[in-house]
C-alpha cells in the first residue's frame, strides 16, 4: 500500500508540474529535500517565489486532499522555505507565498485545483 501511495504522490507531483508551467509559473526546483522533510515544487510566479505543496487522492477515496494540509504539516513547510531561502540569497527580498496544489486522480483522468496563498505564515 505505500508503494502505491508513492507512485500516486510521484504521479501527481508530474501532473501538478504541468498543469502549473502551462498556467504561468516557472518551475525552479522538485523535490527539494532537507533533513527535516521535502518542498514538492519551488516556482516563481510573475515575481513572487511560491512555495507548492501537492496533495493527491485517488478517485475512489472519500478523502480531500486539502485535510492533509494541517497546522503541523504547515509548520514545517514554513521551517523548509526558510532554508530554502538561505541557501538560495538570490531570492532574499522576493515576496513568497504557498500554494496548495490539490490533485484527484480518477480513473485515466486527472483532476486539479490551486489554491494560491493556501495559508500565510507568521514570518
Known amino acids: ?3 502505491a501511495r508513492r507512485l500516486l504522490g510521484s504521479e501527481a507531483e508530474q501532473v501538478a508540474e504541468r498543469y ?3 498556467h504561468g509559473y516557472c518551475i525552479l526546483e ?6 527535516q522533510g521535502e518542498l514538492d515544487l519551488v516556482a516563481l510566479h510573475g515575481e513572487t ?6 496533495k493527491a487522492s485517488h478517485g475512489t477515496s472519500m478523502l480531500d486532499p486539502a ?3 494541517h497546522r503541523r ?13 538561505q541557501k538560495h540569497p538570490e531570492h ?4 513568497c507565498r504557498f500554494d496548495a496544489v490539490l490533485v484527484w486522480k480518477r480513473g485515466l483522468w486527472w483532476s486539479i485545483e490551486v489554491v494560491a496563498d493556501a495559508f500565510r505564515p507568521g514570518w
Open 1 to 3: 500500500m505505500a508503494e
Open 20 to 22: 502549473l508551467h502551462k
Open 30 to 35: 522538485r523535490n527539494v529535500r532537507f533533513r
Open 49 to 54: 517565489l511560491v512555495f507548492c505543496e501537492v
Open 67 to 69: 485535510d492533509n494540509l
Open 73 to 85: 504539516k504547515q509548520d514545517r513547510l514554513v521551517r523548509l522555505a526558510a532554508g530554502y531561502l
Open 92 to 95: 532574499a527580498g522576493r515576496e
